[in-house]
């Protein structure tokens, strides 16, 4: 969470569509507790955070990912 | 005709052959479609529950079908209870591989070095 950034990096990296089974990629653009990184600490352009945040919930869909993570209740 | 793309999360008790078995009849459903790619992930940890198991058995399926079929194809898998989960969308080009064995992960490592950049200013 430390390394807030300046530019996109799906964009520098050229992804033309964020992959909902691609967990690993996606593991990066959510805090240790499961929610979803805010743009202003991805960096990451309009169309890519809206891809990512329907591919995270996809991925959540699929247990690829957890809804929140450690939880004990 | 469409493209979509559909992935089931079977239990992970089942033989690879019943597994087949099951998607073929299930394909069966769309009738005329054309699949393009079944991946099989094979088992996997699940990050949460589901139906009381911890893991999971992973098929990726592409397929162009006619989108009359989709209904009684999801209805099949919703009443078939070795199938813990399934989703069914339109494909947008992604790949059914499993990304692990892509190996399009050259900058894998580029959150770690933006961290040890930070720390020096």
């Known amino acids: 969470m430390s390394a807030f950034r300046k530019s996109c990096k799906l964009c520098d990296r050229d992804v033309d569509r964020v992959d909902y089974k691609n967990a690993d990629l996606l593991r ?4 240790d507790r499961g929610k979803i990184l805010p743009r ?3 960096g990451a352009c309009s169309r890519h955070q809206h891809q990512l945040c329907t591919a995270i919930k996809r991925a959540r869909f699929l247990a690829l990912l957890p809804y929140i993570e450690g939880y004990r209740g | 005709m469409r493209e979509y ?4 999360i079977f239990q992970s008790t089942l033989e690879p052959e019943e ?4 998607l073929e ?3 069966g459903l769309l009738a005329d479609a054309e699949i393009t790619a079944v991946e099989h992930w094979g088992r996997r940890q699940l990050a949460y529950e ?3 198991q911890s893991a999971g058995y992973y098929v990726v399926a592409q397929f162009q079908a006619d989108p009359a079929r989709i209904k009684p194809f999801e209805n099949a898998l919703k009443m078939d209870e070795a199938v813990l989960r399934h989703l069914v969308v339109i494909s947008e080009g992604e790949s059914a591989v499993p990304p692990s064995l892509r190996g399009d992960d050259e900058d894998e490592d580029d959150d770690r070095e933006d961290r040890d950049e930070d720390e020096e200013d």
């Not at chain 1, 990066?28 to 805090?31: A, F, G, N, Q």
């Not at chain 2, 793309?5 to 089931?8: G, H, N, Q």
């Not at chain 2, 597994?19 to 099951?22: A, S």
């Open chain 1, 28 to 31: 990066r653009y959510i805090t």
């Open chain 2, 25 to 27: 009849t299930f394909h």
């Open chain 2, 19 to 22: 597994i087949d078995g099951k």
């Open chain 2, 50 to 52: 589901l139906a009381g």
């Open chain 2, 5 to 8: 793309e559909t992935v089931y």
């Open chain 1, 40 to 42: 202003r600490a991805t």
